[in-house]
Structure formats: structure tokens, C-alpha cells
């Protein structure tokens, strides 16, 4: 029981960051680590928890969507859904081990990646200037996501800023549905795979959903960079401590 409550309060907590912010992922995955769940099977856990999330936000932002052009957003898609696919797969042949090698690299990689997020869209807008979708941007970010989804959104933004998207509310859009392809991709290998923690899953599920739903006035009452810090704090913390496990 006090290992339910532990995961059920990280993943209400990320269900909150995700909205307000992003960043879920650095509460959900040590949690799930902390409670005894081997790394490779938490981190597809994790994703499991978080993913009825990204269906709210695709649905929130459907007018944003369906506006967007059709063919391209049909590229774009499949190769997102090609690129979750391997990093899915790539995660089914990593053992335990290695993967708790890299997990400290990743989460270091997804902290510095929400830290620096503004300047790096930034630079991609003034680097982008209307650039043509590239496959192969796309296909690499979308493997990094389906291999450990943290930090997934703020790359996603920059990617469109390179490419010349200008429209936040667009990017926004297009950024939630295509981290639901992902994730339902992810969800459906990792679960055929019989990598999903399921009694945990299902305990993270909701508190995550009631999360997001408590997240909303969260946002619109709290200062912004308030819950940066709290978002960067939690990462850097995080990347430390499975550092240490490393090390250790």
C-alpha cells in the first residue's frame, strides 16, 4: 500500500507538471524505480501512465489540427509513428542494465533540454526561415521519444520552429497529437511485450488524469517561472541521484 500511494501521488504530480508545464516524466519514472519495478519496465510503465493526458490535450487543441494541411500532417505523423516504433523497439532489446547506464544521460539531456527549451526554439526560429519538413529530424526525434519520453515536447517545438512554423497555439496542436501517435505506439509494443507493470499502470493512470485536470487553475494561478524551477529542480535532482546509482 505505501508503494501505491507513493506512485499514485508522483503521477498526480505529473499529471500537474504536464499541464502546467511539462516534465511529468521526472516523477513518474524514479517512482516507479523507487517502488522496486526493474528500469526497462518502468520507463514503459511511465509512458503508460502518462499517455490519457495526451489524448485530453489532442482533443483541447482539435480545432488547431484539423486546421493544419492535411497532407502534411499526414507525413509528418507517419513518421512520427515510424520513429516511435524503433525507439520502442529499440527499448524491448535493452537490458536492464544497459538501459540503467544510459537513464542518467537521458534524464540529465531531458533537464537541460526544459531548461534551455526558449533559447533552443529560438535559435531554430532564426535558423529556420521557413524550412522544409525533414524527414529525418523528425524520424530521430520521434525514436528519442519512443525510447524515453522525457523532454518530448520542448524538442518537438524547437523541431517546428526549425522548420518555420511561427504559430504557437498550431505548434502547440500539433505537438499533443503527435505525442499521442507516439505513445499509443509505444503503449501497444510495450504492452504485447508484457513490459507494463499493469496494477501500477492502472493506480497511475488516474491519478494522473485527476493530475491534469487539477493543473489547469494551477497554471493560470502560479507564476511561470515558478514552475520552471520547480520542473528544473525536479530533473536536475533526479539526474543526480540515478547518477549516483551509476556510480554507486
Excluded: C, H
Aim: net charge positive; aromatic share 10%; hydrophobic share 60%.
Amino acid at each position: 500500500m505505501p508503494d501505491y500511494l507513493v506512485l499514485a501521488a508522483a503521477a498526480f504530480g505529473a499529471g500537474t507538471l504536464n499541464t502546467v508545464a511539462g516534465g511529468g516524466t521526472f516523477l513518474t519514472f524514479p517512482a516507479l524505480v523507487y517502488t522496486g519495478v526493474p528500469v526497462v519496465a518502468a520507463n514503459a510503465t511511465s509512458a503508460v501512465a502518462v499517455f490519457p493526458g495526451y489524448l485530453g490535450g489532442a482533443a483541447g487543441f482539435y480545432r488547431e489540427i484539423a486546421a493544419f494541411d492535411r497532407r502534411r500532417l499526414v507525413k509528418i505523423t507517419a513518421w512520427t509513428a515510424a520513429g516511435g516504433l524503433i525507439g520502442s523497439l529499440l527499448l524491448l532489446v535493452s537490458s536492464n542494465a544497459a538501459f540503467a547506464a544510459v537513464v542518467p544521460f537521458l534524464l540529465a539531456l531531458a533537464t537541460l533540454t526544459f531548461a534551455f527549451g526558449e533559447r533552443l526554439q529560438g535559435w531554430a526560429r532564426r535558423r529556420g526561415g521557413g524550412a522544409a519538413d525533414s524527414p529525418v529530424s523528425a524520424l530521430l526525434v520521434a525514436i528519442y521519444g519512443g525510447y524515453f519520453n522525457g523532454g518530448l515536447g520542448i524538442v518537438l517545438l524547437a523541431l517546428f520552429a526549425l522548420w518555420g512554423m511561427r504559430d504557437l497555439n498550431v505548434m502547440n496542436g500539433l505537438k499533443t497529437g503527435l505525442s499521442f501517435v507516439l505513445s499509443a505506439i509505444s503503449v501497444a509494443t510495450f504492452a504485447l511485450a508484457g513490459l507494463v507493470a499493469w496494477p501500477q499502470a492502472a493506480v497511475m493512470m488516474v491519478a494522473a488524469t485527476l493530475g491534469g485536470y487539477a493543473g489547469a487553475p494551477l497554471a493560470r494561478a502560479l507564476p511561470r517561472q515558478v514552475v520552471r524551477a520547480v520542473v528544473i529542480a525536479v530533473g536536475s535532482a533526479m539526474s543526480l541521484i540515478f547518477f549516483a546509482r551509476l556510480l554507486g
